[in-house]
């Protein structure tokens, strides 16, 4: 029967339901028709109800190239409608708009955002429209995710050396070994050696492109940051302390947020082409720093002094390594 006969068919018997009147329907009645008289009927318009998304569409273009719904509209496979007459399409409707328009014109505009992409992709597969399927896969190029970034992780000491020593770039190295500890953590240690790790990826996102990046996890410390420029260090940020509580010794992990920020910031100063730092630079991150429960150490190369080269200066900051619980050495 022609398309429009199979609707009005359809209607007349949605008009007369089987079941008593005054019980409440737990869905749509749905009925099933074949359109085997769709080629005949040229531009004549087909109600599509995709997922709860309403379409109109031509059999024309729903018979245009091959795939599933030219089977659905040819009279190959059966079709199902609801009382009102529309053709019912079980799968989401977000981007049926993108499918009518590849079968009318051949071609289309891919939404932006590669998971929209990838969901395109997904209706092209179903409905069997080989050609959205191959543009679509065209434009996710090797069709997998592109890291943001590449952290290497250090597992020996020359190979630090190389890394840093070829990079052109500042670089940030994080140490973190917990196995390197022989007392017991104070309550809060973990969580704060868990807030030094995100913070160094947090760190290698917003500076990918810039900062080298580098992990370390067999090194001697439990926690420590460590900035380089131009292949030389500039400054540490040692994390960790021993602390006496009552009659024990206990490993405590700081989290220097502030610190760590100024420091990564300070190695961004030495992003610059020149072979070595320029001096004004080095004066301008060398002061010294004196915070409550930490200390820093200006280190000067060999032949120290008011006359020593700037460049060889390291910044060191530290964790005061022992205090005690009442100020007192222990014992007494």
Not at 148 to 161: D, F, N, Q, Y
Not at 172 to 197: A, E, H, M, P
């Amino acid at each position: 029967m022609s398309g429009d006969s199979c609707l009005q068919r359809l209607r007349s018997q949605a008009g007369s339901p089987s079941c008593p009147s005054g019980l409440p329907l737990a869905c749509p009645k749905t009925k099933t028709c074949s359109y085997r008289g769709a080629v005949g009927l040229g531009n004549k318009y087909v109600r599509l109800n995709v997922g709860g998304t309403l379409f109109y569409a031509t059999l024309q273009v729903l018979t245009k190239q091959d795939s599933m719904l030219k089977a659905m509209f040819s009279g190959k496979k059966e079709v199902f409608t609801d009382r009102e007459g529309w053709i019912l399409i079980d799968r989401s409707g977000k981007h049926f708009g993108s499918i009518l328009g590849y079968l009318r014109e051949g071609t289309v505009t891919l939404p932006k955002g590669r998971q929209a992409v990838l969901e395109l992709l997904a209706e092209a597969k179903y409905y069997l429209i080989q050609g959205l399927v191959e543009t679509c896969q065209n434009s996710l190029p090797d069709n997998e995710e592109q890291a943001l970034c590449v952290i290497p992780v250090v597992t020996s000491t020359k190979e630090e050396e190389r890394l840093i020593q070829a990079c052109t770039k500042p670089v940030v190295k994080l140490v973190y070994n917990r196995s390197n500890n022989k007392y017991s953590y104070t309550s809060n240690s973990d969580d704060n050696l868990l807030k030094n790790i995100e913070l160094f990826d947090r760190l290698s996102l917003s500076y990918n492109g810039r900062v080298l990046f580098i992990k370390d996890v067999l090194g001697d410390e439990i926690c420590c940051w460590s900035f380089y420029g131009q292949g030389r260090k500039l400054a540490e940020v040692c994390c960790t302390s021993i602390v006496y509580a009552t009659e024990k010794k206990q490993t405590k992990v700081e989290f220097p947020e502030a610190r760590i920020y100024e420091e990564t910031l300070n190695a961004l100063l030495y992003e610059t082409a020149l072979p070595v730092p320029d001096n004004s630079l080095l004066e301008a991150t060398r002061r010294r720093h004196a915070h409550c429960g930490s200390h820093s150490e200006d280190e000067e190369g060999p032949g120290g002094g008011p006359g020593a080269e700037l460049r060889e200066r390291v910044r060191r900051i530290h964790v005061k390594r022992y205090s005690t619980y009442d100020d007192r050495p222990l014992g007494h």
